[in-house]
């Protein structure tokens, strides 16, 4: 089966709400309709076979196009909207993309590009609002014509310039049946969309598995607000929405909550990094009992779901990453590659039907990355009585006094400060090869000696080889074009 299948809904579940995106409603049966208009004039225009780029703002028109490409046959290049010009041109070059569907205004952002562009809209009266504004020959086929991937979905690493990944229908279909099953999302289930919709966990775990149920998908555009984010919960009821630990942390420090209705939501997805345990503790007490937190592992090489944990706060692995979905199998190995006993650190190794193809035009990585069956994270991490424990990344090590440093567990350990909105730790390298413990700190409004709190904290918690040598408050983080802090 195509992902575009999904679409082929029984004359019932075709008049049921498929997407919400501000005024505009749209049903399954004009979802499909818009889509089949998209694919029709890409290939009457254009043909098939082509690696197409989608850069759209978080939109109902990303979705009719998402599936417009793949219906006429050809591949999907998400391009985040936060890139800047030069970026997007890298992408378009490394991606062999001849083809550019996009919503955005910007009149500077593709001067360089020789490639087709053409702005697609979707009206409030559900009409197509098509317009090309350059037309060129097609001339980047793609580098692998005989792979039969369909997407090329950015990593959801901490670089800054993060590798392409191939998936195949078969991989994100089956990895969404796997989400689906491990939460028990139903039909009838509605979720709001805040991520970046071409990021890995958005596209599977949210656009494809609701679309496959026949739910409805609620689009939060702009920038993320609590208030508003409440407000769509009530107005159309929704009852599962994913985020990062910062949308979190911003919904825990938001009052706005007190002023809607939240009983119809269930869920709450954390994915990216780990959550402290005081913001899981916050969250039991300021969201409705009947709302579970939960927390997932999961990287786009991977489908991109790995495991899950319903949060049981009586369970005493109530802060863990989870247990593996069914089907997959989770090891943890040492650095001489053998599998190391319950309860020791090392890396994490996956084995998933819903693994990458490999990454675009880079074998050395793939590898590296895919060895047999085996899918190496790069990540660390531990298991207990079959719960995976995640506790870094292993490119993200630091030396002091001759020791490794784990910027996620400082980072950890200063997140527990309420007035800490999120931290980034790194390393200041010196000259004798190790590496000063720099901590960045967003605090949440005026606090009196932030610094001198987050120092006597850290003291209290810390190895004294841990401690970080400064700290700096700044008004904002570097991230990644999905949210995560920027490593390196």
Not at 118 to 127: F, G, Q
Not at 185 to 195: F, K, N
Request: proline letters at 4%; aromatic letters at 6%; a negative charge.
């Amino acid at each position: 089966m195509k992902i575009q299948g999904i679409l082929d809904k029984s004359p019932i579940v075709l008049n049921n709400l498929a997407v919400v995106d501000g005024a505009k409603e749209i049903s399954y049966k004009e979802l499909r309709r818009l889509s089949n208009e998209v694919a029709q004039h890409v290939l009457e225009r254009w043909g098939a076979g082509n690696n197409i780029a989608l850069h759209f703002e978080r939109s109902a028109a990303y979705i009719v196009c998402y599936f417009g490409v793949l219906i006429s046959g050809n591949r999907i290049v998400p391009i985040d909207t936060s890139l800047m010009p030069g970026e997007i041109n890298q992408v378009i070059d490394f991606c062999d993309v001849s083809i550019i569907l996009t919503n955005c205004s910007s009149n500077n952002a593709y001067d360089h590009c020789d490639v087709v562009i053409v702005e697609i809209d979707v009206s409030i009266s559900l009409e197509l609002d098509i317009r090309i504004r350059n037309q060129v020959e097609i001339s980047k086929p793609s580098t692998f014509p005989e792979a039969d991937y369909c997407i090329l979905l950015p990593t959801s690493g901490t670089s800054k310039s993060p590798k392409r990944v191939m998936h195949s229908h078969a991989n994100i279909l089956q990895n969404a049946s796997m989400h689906i099953e491990s939460l028990g999302l139903r039909a009838d289930d509605r979720t709001v969309i805040a991520l970046p919709m071409g990021f890995g966990y958005c596209n599977t775990a949210q656009i494809v598995t609701s679309l496959m149920l026949g739910g409805t998908i609620v689009i939060q555009s702009g920038l993320f607000s609590p208030s508003r984010f409440f407000s769509l919960v009530e107005k159309y009821r929704a009852t599962t929405f994913t985020a990062v630990p910062s949308m979190l942390n911003s919904l825990l420090a938001s009052n706005a909550i007190a002023r809607y209705n939240m009983e119809s939501l269930r869920y709450i997805i954390i994915g990216g990094s780990r959550l402290p345990i005081e913001r899981i503790d916050t969250f039991q007490k300021r969201f409705p009992n009947h709302c579970r937190l939960v927390q997932t592992y999961g990287l786009t090489e991977a489908g991109p779901r790995i495991t899950t944990n319903i949060v049981d706060y009586q369970d005493k692995h109530c802060y863990s990453a989870g247990k593996p979905l069914t089907g997959i199998g989770v090891s943890i190995i040492g650095d001489a590659g053998n599998v190391i006993t319950e309860g020791d650190v090392g890396q994490i190794v996956v084995n998933t039907p819903t693994r990458m193809m490999g990454y675009y035009k880079n074998q050395d990585d793939t590898l590296d990355c895919l060895r047999g069956s085996e899918l190496y994270t790069g990540d660390l991490g531990y298991i207990e009585d079959n719960n995976l424990y995640v506790i870094g990344r292993q490119k993200n090590i630091l030396i002091h006094c001759g020791r490794k440093i784990l910027p996620e567990e400082i980072e950890m350990c200063i997140n527990e400060l309420d007035f800490v909105v999120e931290c980034r730790v790194y390393g200041e390298a010196q000259e004798d090869g190790e590496d000063h413990v720099i901590a960045q700190v967003v605090i949440r409004s005026e606090v009196n000696s932030p610094k001198e709190q987050v120092q006597a904290h850290c003291r209290n918690s810390l190895s004294p080889y841990k401690l970080p040598k400064r700290i700096e408050v700044v008004d904002r983080l570097p991230k990644t074009y999905n949210g995560k802090l920027l490593r390196w």
